[in-house]
C-alpha cells in the first residue's frame, strides 16, 4: 500500500468547518490553518494540520511551492447541464424587451430545449455533460447536481438521466442526477392519461431499479404546475423515498410552501419570496438556494440572500447552469456577484458553494476539509483568501484534487 500523501504547505487553509449549517456567518467565525497541510489517504482525508508537524518518513510529500490558499471542492447543488442546442435567441427577444413568461408562451423557453434536446443523441448529451463538466472541474468544482427535465416524457427523461449516469462513469467530478420530469407540461401531451400519473407509475420505479436517481424536482409555478397539481407527484416520490427539491418562488409565490410541507432538502430560486417565505424557509429544515446565475441571464432580482440568512436560514448558492435562464454556468463569478449585491461576507459566500451546498444534497462526506471526507479540494494561487471573491471568479485554481487525484494541473 502507498503511503500516505501530506500535500502543502498552504498560506492559508480554510477547512470550512466548526460553522453552522443555517445562519448569518461573519468573517471572524472562518477558521483558518496558516501554514496548513492536508493528508491525504487513497481517495480520503486522513487529517488536517500544520504541515510542519504533520511530515514524517512515513508520507509522501506533494509540495505547493509559493503562496497558496486551499479550500474544499466546491458543490454546485442545482445545474441543467444535460441539454441538447442553445436558447441565444431567447436572450436576444429578452434583451428586446420580451419577458420570460411572454417567450415561453410564444414557443420558446424550455419547450424549445425539450425539442433540442429529444433530437439529441443519448452519447450528445454525454459529451455536452462532459464538456460543461470539464469547465466546472477547471474551476474548482468537484461535485455537480444534473436535472433532467428537457425531455418530458418517460423515454425521453430516461435517455437524459442514462446520459448522466454514464457521464459520471467517466468524469473527474461526482455528478449528483436528479429527476425533474415535472418542469412543465409537455407541450405535446395528447393522451387521455395525466402526465404526472404515467411519470408516477411508470418512471419512478425506472429511477429506482435502474440506480437512475434518488432526488426528484419539480418546477411549482404558474406556467409549469401549481401547488396543488404537484401534490400527488411529491407525495409518491417521498413515499417511494427519494429526496425532494423544489423549484420555487421564481417568479410567483407558493413553491416555498410546497417545498416545507414536503419536507424537501432544497428550496431553489426564492426571487419572489416576501418575509413570509424568507420566515417559512429560516424554520424549517429545506435549505434555500439562490441560483444568481438566473437573476443575471433574466435580468431580474437577487434571491433575498441576506433576508434569508438574517432570518436564520440555510443558504446554498448554485449555479442553475441552463441553456435558457443562466447560460454564464461561473458558479464562482455569480456566487461572487450576489455577494455584493446581497451584502453577504465572504465567509456565507464560501459557505454556500461548499458545506452548505453539500448539505442541500444531503452529502455529509463533502465540502468541509476533515478526517474522512472525500479528498476534494481547490488551491488558488494567492496569500490571502479574500481575493477569491474579490476577482469574481477571474482567480483561477491553480490545482484541483478530486478523491485524492490532482485532476487539474
Ligand atoms: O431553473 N425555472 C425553471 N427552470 C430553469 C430554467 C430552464 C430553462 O429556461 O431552460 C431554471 O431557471
Ligand atoms: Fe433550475
Known amino acids: 500500500m502507498n503511503k500516505p500523501l501530506l500535500i502543502g504547505p498552504f498560506t492559508q487553509l480554510l477547512p470550512m468547518t466548526g460553522l453552522p449549517l443555517k445562519g448569518a456567518l461573519k468573517d471572524e467565525q472562518l477558521p483558518i490553518i496558516e501554514n496548513g497541510g492536508i493528508l491525504v489517504s487513497e481517495e480520503k482525508i486522513l ?56 417567450i415561453a408562451k410564444a414557443g420558446g423557453g424550455i419547450w424549445d430545449t425539450v425539442t433540442q434536446t429529444r433530437k439529441a443523441s443519448q452519447d450528445e448529451l454525454i459529451d455536452g455533460i462532459i464538456a460543461r463538466s470539464q469547465k466546472h472541474v ?17 423515454d425521453e427523461e430516461l435517455k437524459m438521466l442514462r446520459a448522466i449516469k454514464q457521464a459520471n462513469e467517466t468524469l473527474n467530478a461526482t455528478l449528483v442526477p436528479t429527476c425533474l420530469a415535472a418542469h412543465m407540461k409537455p407541450k405535446d401531451w395528447n393522451q387521455d392519461k395525466n402526465y404526472l400519473d404515467v411519470i408516477i407509475k411508470e418512471l419512478f420505479p425506472i429511477l429506482k431499479t435502474e440506480n437512475l436517481a434518488n432526488r426528484v424536482d419539480a418546477f411549482v409555478e404558474e406556467s409549469a404546475f401549481s401547488p396543488e397539481e404537484i401534490k400527488p407527484y411529491f407525495q409518491k416520490a417521498k413515499e417511494m423515498g427519494f429526496d425532494i427539491t423544489v423549484h420555487a418562488d421564481q417568479f410567483t409565490t407558493g413553491g416555498s410552501q410546497v417545498a416545507v410541507d414536503f419536507d424537501a432538502v432544497s428550496a431553489d430560486h426564492l426571487e419572489a419570496s416576501t418575509e413570509k417565505e424568507i420566515q417559512l424557509l429560516a424554520k424549517s429544515n429545506t435549505i434555500a438556494t439562490a441560483l444568481p446565475g438566473a437573476s443575471i441571464g433574466l435580468g431580474c432580482a ?24 443562466a447560460p454564464m454556468g461561473n458558479l464562482l463569478t455569480q456566487a461572487s456577484i450576489l455577494g455584493t449585491f446581497e451584502k453577504l461576507s465572504n465567509t456565507e459566500v464560501l459557505s454556500g458553494i461548499t458545506f452548505r451546498a453539500a448539505a442541500a444534497l444531503r452529502l455529509k462526506d463533502r ?23 474579490y476577482h469574481q471568479g477571474q482567480l483561477k485554481p491553480s490545482e484541483v484534487w478530486k478523491k485524492g487525484i490532482n485532476v487539474c494541473k
Request: with cysteine; net charge negative; proline share 4%.
Open 138 to 154: 477547471k474551476n474548482g468544482i468537484t461535485t455537480i447536481e444534473v436535472k433532467s427535465g428537457y425531455g418530458l416524457s418517460v
Open 367 to 389: 465540502g468541509k476539509l476533515e478526517a474522512d471526507a472525500v479528498a476534494d479540494f481547490v488551491i488558488f494561487p494567492t496569500d490571502n483568501y479574500q481575493e477569491i471573491t
Open 47 to 102: 487529517k488536517i494540520g500544520v504541515f510542519d508537524e504533520m511530515k514524517s518518513a512515513d508520507v509522501d510529500i506533494h509540495p505547493i511551492e509559493g503562496q497558496h490558499v486551499c479550500l474544499p471542492g466546491f458543490v454546485d447543488s442545482h445545474t441543467h447541464i444535460c441539454f441538447g442546442g442553445t436558447r441565444a435567441r431567447d436572450y436576444a427577444y429578452r434583451n428586446a424587451g420580451k419577458t420570460y413568461l411572454e
Open 302 to 325: 437577487y434571491t433575498p440572500a441576506r433576508k434569508i440568512l438574517n432570518a436564520g436560514g440555510a443558504l446554498s448558492i448554485a449555479s442553475d447552469h441552463n441553456p435558457g435562464s
